[in-house]
């Protein structure tokens, strides 16, 4: 999302929008629980636990009011009283805007299995996210949500060839700055920094009796966790932060550096598409095809889509597939290689044919209703991208750059990456128009920090939006901590199981081991079945499953599960 969301996205539906197919539903009314200044656990949704706590809007100011946070929690299948009880393991999926709670849903169980049922699982729902209120909202009803995205489609704009593209989006962030301090009854916006989330978490592990926190962060998750460990260093007892965001670049409004491994994600397309040939990559012509001539093809077939749109009507929709479609989806596969280059193989395969069904199907939403929100409290109220704008534009600083110097910066950072129109604005660019900001807030740069335990730091060899050079920058703050290295392309190390990297989370969480410097891990996956990512032959996977354990075989189904239901969460699918 966010950030990690393609910024010309801003409009996106979410109101209207039904949550991904086979992803658990909350069935618990939070509306029906009374909100307290302690923890206090009601079953809720089978096997979890929920709680609202009440919280300061302001930590140095109480008597500005409260806001009230959600939280569950999948307790340990021990008691607190068993000698091998461990306490809190906190999660956070990142956005900012996802619902903590909603994802623990999906993810808590699986945690259980692999990271270890002595734990508990806890996540919740930052300030003016999800289940939190009060909630945030750009707009005054579902029906307005609606015309302002239809009225104002999402456009992927090649900006070196269309100066008016920054200018567009620089006007449509002013508008939905502007919306936002409107309908900022409540106050809350000025109190959604990512240090006041940091602070709700801290008091929250305080509340369950804990003085430390053990935290899993990715994506924006990231910027939370090393928020906390600024904030609070002595107050870490585990902290695993995966998908690293450059937490200085986050609090400078400068996110350039999110695309220094992008393109690298898409040449992972065109290598192993073509180690693996045309009888297992449709967009391979023939067995002697190289990475270039695949790369070639794919310019060739944007400037065919970019002179003529390709008209799509199926059953279950309809559309153009245009250059923006086309951009948008390709940019989008890079957040799961696994799961979207073998389909984006065929769309492509299939366009060039003229035909764009499939290539439509990659991106579109599932259907969706613009009903009012669910009045038994069982679905969030509030609208996410307001929360992503509230958390990214609160936290950042106050950006006064004039357009001609929000297109050099966009120009700077289109020099990195063909991708640029999808990162870098979301940040400076939208944070241009956002009219809200605290004071004393918190404030990166921090430097030399020496936390109670050192951190683990997890990136990919080619991450679309948190390079492995975002992580290293984050990681350059806090003394003794280390960085793991996932090869594989892809967002966060969740995009491709790996046992390795598996291992190194479990030992770090149990036993506090940190992986030897350099450590880079292999995934225990292939992009196309036929050979491995670095095309250095093929592997049957049949031959792979073979020399596995049945207990690894185990783990690698649990974490596959991991990866596909925090996949429509990171990269909104
Ligand atoms: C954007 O436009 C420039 C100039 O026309 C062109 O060289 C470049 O290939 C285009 N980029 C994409 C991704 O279409
Ligand atoms: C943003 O950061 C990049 C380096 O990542 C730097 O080159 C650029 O000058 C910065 N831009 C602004 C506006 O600070
Ligand atoms: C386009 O491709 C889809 C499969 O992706 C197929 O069902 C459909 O018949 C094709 N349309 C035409 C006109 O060939
Ligand atoms: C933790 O340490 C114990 C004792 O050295 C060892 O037996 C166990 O395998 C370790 N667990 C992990 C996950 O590394």
Redesign the pocket.
């Known amino acids: 999302m966010l950030s990690l969301l393609p910024a010309l996205l801003l409009a996106g539906a979410h109101v209207c929008a039904a949550q991904g197919p086979g992803q658990p539903q909350n069935t618990f009314d939070w509306s029906q629980l009374k909100a307290s200044s302690d923890i206090t656990w009601v079953p809720c949704n089978d096997h979890f636990q929920c709680a609202r706590i009440s919280v300061p809007l302001d930590y140095t100011t109480p008597k500005l009011g409260s806001a009230t946070i959600a939280v569950m929690r999948l307790p340990a299948s021990v008691p607190p009283t068993d000698p091998t009880y461990r306490g809190p393991v906190f999660f956070n999926p990142g956005g900012p805007g996802a619902s903590g709670v909603q994802s623990l849903l999906g993810v808590g169980p699986f945690f259980t299995s692999v990271f270890g049922a002595e734990f508990d699982y806890v996540s919740f729902d930052p300030r003016g996210i999800g289940f939190s209120t009060p909630t945030t909202d750009f707009f005054a009803s579902a029906a307005e949500t609606a015309l302002w995205n239809a009225g104002n489609p999402s456009q992927s704009l090649?900006a070196?060839?269309d100066s008016t593209a920054v200018a567009r989006f620089w006007g449509l962030s002013q508008v939905q700055g502007q919306l936002a301090a409107q309908h900022d009854s409540t106050g809350i916006l000025k109190y959604l920094t990512t240090d006041n989330a940091a602070r709700d978490m801290h008091l929250i592990n305080q509340k369950l009796g804990f003085k430390k926190v053990r935290y899993y962060g990715i994506s924006y998750g990231s910027v939370l966790g090393a928020t906390f460990a600024a904030l609070f260093p002595d107050k870490i007892e585990r902290m695993i932060l995966d998908g690293v965001l450059d937490a200085d670049g986050w609090y400078q409004a400068n996110l350039t550096i999110q695309a220094s491994a992008t393109d690298a994600t898409l040449d992972s397309f065109f290598t192993s598409c073509a180690a693996a040939g045309p009888s297992l990559c449709p967009f391979s012509p023939s067995t002697s095809s190289t990475a270039q001539d695949l790369s070639n093809r794919l310019t060739t077939l944007?400037n065919t889509i970019l002179a003529q749109p390709v008209p799509v009507i199926t059953p279950g929709g309809y559309g153009l597939v245009d250059y923006s479609r086309l951009?948008q989806t390709l940019f989008q596969a890079l957040y799961a290689p696994y799961v979207f280059f073998p389909p984006l193989a065929q769309a492509l395969a299939d366009l060039e044919k003229g035909n764009g069904t499939s290539l439509f199907a990659i991106l579109a939403q599932p259907q969706f209703t613009c009903g009012a929100p669910a009045p038994d409290g069982t679905q969030p109220t509030g609208n996410p991208l307001a929360a992503t704008f509230g958390v990214q534009c609160g936290d950042a600083v106050e950006v006064k750059d004039s357009l001609e110097q929000l297109d050099a910066y966009y120009r700077n950072a289109a020099k990195l990456s063909?991708f640029a129109e999808f990162l870098v604005g979301s940040g400076r660019i939208t944070c241009s128009g956002w009219k809200i900001h605290r004071q004393n807030r918190f404030k990166w740069p921090v430097s030399n920090i020496k936390t109670s335990f050192p951190l683990l730091f997890v990136a990919n060899t080619a991450d679309p939006v948190t390079p492995k050079q975002s992580a290293q920058k984050t990681r350059a703050n806090f003394l003794g901590s280390a960085l793991l290295v996932q090869d594989s392309p892809g967002h966060t190390s969740t995009t491709a199981p790996s046992l390795c990297t598996f291992g190194y989370f479990k030992a770090y969480m149990t036993n506090g081991t940190l992986p030897p410097p350099d450590t880079t891990c292999p995934v225990d996956a292939q992009i196309f079945g036929g050979g491995p990512p670095d095309g250095s032959g093929p592997v049957t996977a049949a031959k792979t499953r073979v020399q596995l354990s049945k207990e690894d075989q185990d783990t690698l189904q649990v974490l596959k599960s991991i990866g596909d239901v925090l996949r429509p969460i990171i990269a909104r699918w």
Request: charged share 15%; glycine share 0%; no cysteine.
């Open positions: 090649n070196s060839s944007t951009r063909q």
